[in-house]
């Protein structure tokens, strides 16, 4: 009895301390790359791409005094490559490095404007394919060059991955500028779409970066760019909406002069289609509440009637929508809002009959809009 | 201690026989064959295969003492030899896939640079192990591993479905035609084939009587699980990419953000579950390919016939050459299995009635 239960220790106490370390690497022999960028090469080799990954500099980062090399103190560093494809590009960068390169934590991976003009499918099957890189990773489609992103020196964070990444957390929930697509959302849309998408616009200056707006893919290319006002006009008609509460700000032109700044949360909208004379119609319901939050107006009442406001701030969300509409219509002529998806899940019969056709009829599909805010709050102030 | 199996066990160890490798791939056979009526084909495929179980646990309980291998032999004569045969060359291949199945998830999500052989001959070393002691251990085993099993499974997508689930994914709803109800059908009742092992495994239990019960409950629980599962991942990817994925199951867990703020990388924990649902699936099929073969050559013991059987199901888990043949030959196998739940029983039973009331023996 005593050998057995001496034996079951030493089992159990194997079990948790020996296991499967065997091919064991140290922390230290590994880069975490935070970042990639991939752009086109100019004129000349354009079937060739330029890949730039960032990895942390952990010494820089903890902001240790005294420590330090000769090289300016930049928190991260910066490897760069040109290649054929991807992950061939990424193979000669490690011709260069002393540790293994590791991707599970890279959460932001930014396209250049030329290189998506190309067309993203070259780009994104790596990302599908291999385990090692999260599908959640952020995918940014950037003005200009995609390395001007990566070597943006931040000052509100030490890495430039965590800065862009959190204004896109805050972003879309709060102003509802940007649409907080990760790589697998993006491409889990192109596939249902056969190739439309709209993917986040990233504009890089020389300390920060605006990420707001996004850009129009088409066919996998990308086409143009929606602006930040344009792509809340999306946003309130795109089904994500309803799980978050929005929180965004509208300003307004009271009839009084002067302008009245509203925070919208909670909006719901519901989207039906008729087929009408072989034409689908959509209809589109939102609700919403409103607060204000700021009043130009120099008259103080006693008793606000709030209701006054109302109907201006629809108004206003359905022209900002409209807006939106007419420019993906019109212009893009890309069907980014899903209404295709909308008529394959809920009138099939009809989609089939259209559905080869449907980029040449969606410039020309209606949308009626009905908008219906109650202002709740007013702040803390009369 | 007399190496037989209660009924509550029986149900533990039918539900984690079936809980294998198909809980990972289905979504995607599913979504690819039917569509956004995935769901209801696994409800359907459930029902179809608690028909199958009721006339495979219905032949057994005519013969309560005897394992299908003895009385397809009293029952059919020459032919009994052959479908007995048959049956166990059909497990040993099954055994085969299911571990060649399990080996390449886990190459590809975790030990990418082990190679395969080396995966697919611990797991089966593992089993061996365990069936060497009989079916009351493996029953045991089941008992302890699948509250471990079910629990996480269940939690961890359910999360998954909250935050992230688009049921809207769904419609439009009912839009198949006769041909894809077939194959979708099809390809849930293969996911649940596992359950023949009871053509052998009714004389093992206390009260063989309960038999068609047991099954019926542990199918129901599964279809459950399935049906769980099966919604999670299309409700969250969609039905074009579920279909384009080839381990849906787990990729889902990788690109989930709502919940992944709270416990990130969530596909770790599944995959450590993964070779418990492989470990409890194989288990029971190696027994059962030592068990008949110990019955067919009328041998006292079956222990001397699993360590024999591991090279064979070593061999044909590394016949095909990918991931995508693996798949396709488990499809093929998968007929032979159908038959011998839906065909041999009823010939079994037709058999025997004529034996029994025409030819009054």
């Known amino acids: 009895m005593k050998g057995k239960v ?5 089992l159990i106490g194997a079990s948790i301390f020996f296991h499967g370390c065997w091919n064991m690497m140290d922390l230290e022999k590994k880069t975490f790359i935070m970042m990639m960028g991939i752009d086109a090469l100019p004129e000349g080799q354009q079937d060739k791409i330029k890949v730039t990954l960032t990895m942390p500099v952990p010494r820089q980062l903890v902001g240790a005094e005294g420590g330090g090399g000769p090289r300016p103190e930049t928190p991260q560093q910066i490897l760069q490559s040109t290649g054929n494809t991807v992950y061939g590009t990424i193979r000669q960068i490690t011709n260069r490095l002393s540790r293994q390169l590791y991707f599970e934590h890279m959460t932001a991976i930014v396209i250049g404007e030329e290189a998506a003009k190309g067309g993203l499918d070259r780009f994104l099957d790596v990302f599908q394919r291999n385990k090692d890189f ?40 709060r102003s509802l500028r940007a649409i907080n697509y990760s790589i697998g959302k993006v491409i889990t849309e192109l596939h249902e779409t056969n190739g439309n998408s709209l993917v986040m616009r990233i504009r890089p200056e020389k300390k920060e970066a605006v990420v707001a707006g996004s850009a129009v893919i088409k066919n996998w290319k990308l086409v143009g760019w929606l602006s930040d006002r344009e792509t809340r006009g999306i946003l309130w008609m795109l089904k994500e909406i309803n799980r978050i509460s929005v929180e965004t700000s509208i300003e307004l032109q009271t009839p009084q002069k002067g302008l009245v700044v509203l925070d919208l949360v909670n909006f719901t909208n519901k989207t039906k289609a008729k087929i009408q004379d072989g034409m689908p119609v959509f209809y589109i319901n939102m609700r919403g509440e409103a607060r204000i939050v700021e009043k130009e107006e120099r008259i103080i009442k006693k008793e606000e009637n709030l209701e006054r406001y109302e109907k201006p701030i629809e108004q206003a969300i359905t022209k900002e929508i409209n807006n939106a509409l007419q420019k993906v219509q019109d212009e893009y002529r890309v069907d980014v809002v899903n209404f295709g998806e909308h008529l394959r899940k809920y009138h099939p019969d009809y989609w089939e009959t259209v559905k080869e056709k449907w980029d040449l009829m969606f410039p020309h599909v209606k949308v009626v809009l009905n908008v219906d805010v109650k202002i709740r709050r007013q702040g803390i102030f009369k | 201690m007399n ?25 995607a056979t599913l979504a690819e064959k039917s569509g956004p009526d995935s769901w209801l084909m696994v409800i359907i495929g459930g029902g179809i295969s608690v028909l199958g179980a009721a006339i495979v646990t219905s032949t057994g309980r005519q013969f309560p003492e005897k394992t299908f291998i003895e009385y397809s032999v009293e029952t059919l004569g020459v032919f009994g030899h052959l479908f007995n045969l048959g049956l166990i060359i059909y497990l040993v291949i099954l055994t085969g896939m299911v571990v060649r199945i399990f080996g390449e998830v886990i190459k590809v999500f975790l030990l990418d640079r082990t190679p395969i052989e080396v995966i697919i001959l611990t797991m089966l070393a593992l089993c061996v192990y365990l069936t060497r002691h009989g079916i009351e251990p493996i029953a045991r085993t089941a008992e302890v591993l699948l509250p471990i099993l079910m629990l996480p499974v269940i939690i961890i997508y359910l999360m998954i479905i909250l935050f992230n689930g688009d049921l809207s994914n769904f419609m439009p709803f009912l839009r198949l035609d006769f ?126 016939f699993i360590v024999p059987l591991v090279p064979v199901a070593y061999m044909i888990a590394m016949f095909p050459k990918d991931v995508l043949e693996a798949r396709k030959a488990v499809e093929a196998v998968s007929n032979m299995g159908l038959f011998y739940i839906f065909v041999v029983p009823l010939l079994i039973l037709t058999a025997h009635w004529i034996r029994r009331r025409v030819l009054n023996r």
């Open chain 1, 134 to 173: 999260l599908r959640m990773a952020k995918l940014y489609i950037c003005e200009g060059k995609a390395e001007d992103v990566l070597k943006m020196e931040t000052e509100m964070e030490p890495l430039v991955v965590t800065y862009i990444n959190q204004i896109v957390h805050f972003n879309s929930s």
């Open chain 2, 179 to 304: 041909k894809e109800i077939i194959a979708g059908t099809k390809a849930t009742v293969v996911s649940f084939l596992g359950f023949e092992v009871l053509l052998l495994f009714i004389p093992l239990m206390q009260n063989p009587h309960q038999s068609t019960y047991s099954s019926f409950v542990a199918i129901l629980m599964v279809s459950i699980l399935y049906l769980f599962v099966v919604v999670t991942v299309i409700a969250v990817l969609g039905i074009v990419e579920t279909s384009l994925l080839i381990w849906p199951g787990i990729s889902v867990l990788r690109m989930t953000e709502t919940a992944g703020t709270v416990f990130p990388r969530m596909d770790v924990v599944i995959l450590s579950l993964w070779s418990i649902a492989g470990f409890t699936t194989i288990s029971p099929m190696l027994f059962a390919s030592a068990f008949g073969i110990s019955r067919i050559l009328k041998a006292r013991e079956f222990k001397s």
């Open chain 2, 3 to 27: 190496d037989k199996i209660t009924t509550p066990q029986t149900i533990v160890l039918i539900i984690t026989t079936l809980i294998g490798v198909w809980i990972t791939t289905l979504p």
């Open chain 1, 6 to 10: 001496f034996i079951l220790t030493v």
